[in-house]
Structure formats: C-alpha cells, structure tokens
C-alpha cells in the first residue's frame, strides 16, 4: 500500500506542484482504478483527498465518492481503518470549507476537525495528529477565529521548522496560507505573543515564499 500510495498520491502531487495538472489527474484516476479494483479503501480515500484539494475533475468512468457526513461516520475498527476514516473525514471537512461556506457549515467543520486532534492527543501517532491539526487551523480561519488558528499554526510551525518541513504548510489549503503571511508581519513588526512557541524567521520566510497550489 505505501509504494501505491507514494506512486499514485506523492507523484499526483508533484505533478500539480510542477504545473502538470492533466498529468496530476491522470495519476490519481489510475490510483482509483486500482482501489476499485483491488477493494483498497485507504487508497481510494486517499485519491479522493488529493483530487478535492487541488480542484481535479473526477474520474470520468467511476466518478467521485459520496462525501462522509457528520452524523453517518463510523467508528474504525482497526488502526490502518483509522487512517482511512481520517482521511474520509478530512474530505468532508474541506468539502464544507468549500462548498456553499455558511457560518453553521465552517462552525461543523472547526467542531468536526477539533474531535480529531482531541481523539489523536497522547496517541503516538504524530503525523496523523499533525494533519488533524493544520486541518482544524484551516477550519478556524475559515471561522474568523484567528487568534486561536494563529496560536495552533505557530505551534505547527515550530515543529516543521524542527523536521525542515516547508511544502506541509504551505500545502495546507487557502485558509492557512495567508495566515503564515500574517505570523510572519507579526514577527517582523515585533507582535509576536509571548505564549506563541518562537519560530525562526528564516524558515516562515520560505513559508511565505512558497507558492501554494491547493484550492481548499
């Protein structure tokens, strides 16, 4: 799974990252062939994760999965399960930042994200956390709540600055980047709260440099 996922997922990415959108689609189509084909449901979570954060078409033949919903998710029964249903989730999420944005849609998103970095806390499972966590900053942008989304993506911020992880953040959708410009103003004008964790001006600078191409 971890060689199709790098295959289907990561080189769909780097093809949106280099312009190569049709490219990009084309790849995420053959990862959904083969997880209908082989009835493996985190790689079809994952396709269709990636194809609604860069505004790809769906597949033209197997269209694109009913988006989960608040009330109907399930409880996993495994931790490869797990993974699936958050990435399930992380695409019902940004698909209320999206679609048709009302104050109770963003407010569902910001409760819905919130469970997950509350239920992944003191698990071991750093990445996934991570992910829970740039997910509910998006969602409180999204809200108005900036202050609270600033104090979580500077705590974010430190950790990739520690692992030298620049392209996470900047991947982390059109509520989040402008946020990083806003961090980075505040550094430099001398705002920066004393309860934020510190974050080398170097490297919110390259944050800010990055050029984003996710839509959501």
């Not at 084309?26 to 493996?40: D, F, H, P, T, W």
């Not at 269709?48 to 029964?77: C, M, Q």
């Not at 849609?105 to 990445?127: K, Q």
């Not at 402008?178 to 001006?201: F, I, K, N, S, T």
Request: aromatic share 6%; hydrophobic share 45%; charged share 30%.
């Amino acid at each position: 799974m971890d060689f199709k996922l790098a295959r289907y997922i990561v080189g769909a990415r780097i093809k949106a990252l280099r312009g190569d959108r049709d490219a990009a689609a084309r790849r995420l189509n053959e990862g959904l062939q083969i997880a209908e084909a082989m009835s493996l449901a985190r790689l079809r979570a994952a396709t269709e994760n990636e194809r609604i954060r860069f505004g790809l078409p769906a597949h033209p033949d197997l269209g694109a999965s009913p988006p989960v919903s608040y009330s109907g998710r399930r409880r996993p029964i495994d931790g490869i399960d797990e993974i699936t249903a958050q990435l399930e989730e992380d695409t019902a999420i940004r698909l209320l930042l999206l679609e048709e944005n009302t104050p109770a849609r963003t407010e569902l998103a910001c409760t819905w994200s919130r469970e997950w970095v509350d239920r992944l806390e003191g698990r071991g499972r750093p990445r996934a956390l991570l992910q829970a966590r740039r997910l509910l900053v998006a969602c409180l942008s999204a809200g108005g709540r900036i202050d609270e989304a600033k104090a979580m993506l500077a705590s974010i911020a430190t950790q990739c600055a520690e692992l030298g992880t620049i392209r996470y953040l900047a991947d982390g959708g059109p509520y989040l980047v402008p946020l990083l410009a806003a961090l980075r103003e505040d550094q430099r004008a001398g705002r920066w709260r004393p309860e934020w964790p510190p974050v080398p001006a170097s490297f919110l600078i390259e944050l800010v440099a990055a050029d984003p191409v996710q839509i959501i």
